[in-house]
């Protein structure tokens, strides 16, 4: 029996489709390309009323990359970008009033190592000096080929490292376990170190200057939710940013998502996670197999 599910049956990241789109058939880009845009969506939607956020080419380099198998058409743009505007405004509600605790801290200087492109999003701040907006912060949803050990690693950290340099926040989004993390000085859950965690979420602010600046990063597990963490604009403004929302916004909204996972099953590539959360795993599919099998 097959079962399917129109809404994420898991409590996060769905590692049916997650585990999929790392595969050498998956298609990340399609998920990549869906959910930076329910991305920009959700963000767009809380911001203060003097920023907006749009999609434009971001850092990252597609291509095929004989590491991951991973495919895709060449392009470069920020995930998002979020823009301030002059004029007064009050913070729109957001799906969630809580914010994560930060896992850690780590200082910005040590994660600054030294091709068509993925869309990624940028926050712009409308100023009246700047006719088309003042970019703030861009947003990376990270792709296999850019991050530690992928082909285009190299082009992706110069990159980096030039977005900082001119001030901007850089907010990466890595669900992607299988591969290493973007800087080294992050445990790799791909090389089973200690205190590796599978997702994380940096948000690298060289603000006053490089020199002094940080990288505030939210990591969570297998079992964990994602997590709902806080992007500082201008003047203490902020947006908050509900993650889960926006990714169970993307698989109930993409129905290839749905169609193309059967939970009777184990996870494609299951033994790419840590055997402790490999039995994590099989115990929420349990229930969730319970509960699929009962509607």
């Known amino acids: 029996m097959v079962l399917r599910s129109r809404t994420n049956p898991y409590p996060g990241i769905n590692i049916h489709l997650n585990s999929f789109l790392q595969s050498e058939k998956g298609d990340w880009v399609s998920f990549h390309s869906s959910h930076i845009e329910h991305l920009r969506i959700h963000i767009d939607q809380r911001l203060p009323d003097n920023y ?30 979020i823009t301030e505007r002059e004029t007064p405004s009050t913070m729109k509600p957001s799906v969630s009033s809580e914010t994560s605790s930060p896992t850690g801290t780590l200082t910005l200087l040590d994660s600054l190592r030294d091709p068509d492109e993925l869309i990624g999003l940028t926050i712009y701040y409308m100023a009246e000096t700047h006719e088309h907006g003042q970019p703030i912060a861009r947003i990376e949803l990270l792709s296999p080929a850019n991050k530690i050990g992928g082909a285009y690693h190299n082009e992706y950290s110069k990159k980096r490292r030039e977005t900082l340099e001119t001030g901007l926040q850089l907010i990466e989004i890595d669900y992607l ?115 699929l099998g009962n509607t």
């Open 177 to 291: 376990h299988a591969s290493r993390p973007v800087i080294r000085n992050l445990a790799s859950y791909r090389d089973k170190q200690k205190n590796a965690y599978p997702y994380v979420v940096l948000i690298n602010d060289p603000r006053p200057t490089l020199e002094d600046g940080w990288i505030r990063y939210f990591a969570w597990h297998v079992e964990d939710k994602l997590p709902v963490f806080p992007i500082l604009l201008r003047d203490g403004e902020q947006v908050i940013i509900d993650l889960g929302y926006a990714y169970n916004y993307t698989y109930e909204n993409v129905r290839v998502f749905q169609s193309m996972l059967d939970y009777a099953v184990a996870p494609i590539n299951i033994d790419t996670y840590t055997e402790a959360d490999q039995q994590k795993i099989q115990s929420i599919l349990a229930d969730i197999r319970e509960r």
């Open 52 to 81: 907006f956020a749009v999609s434009e080419l971001g850092l990252q380099i597609g291509g095929f990359d004989a590491g991951t198998g991973w495919e895709s058409k060449s392009r470069v743009r920020p995930d998002i970008t």
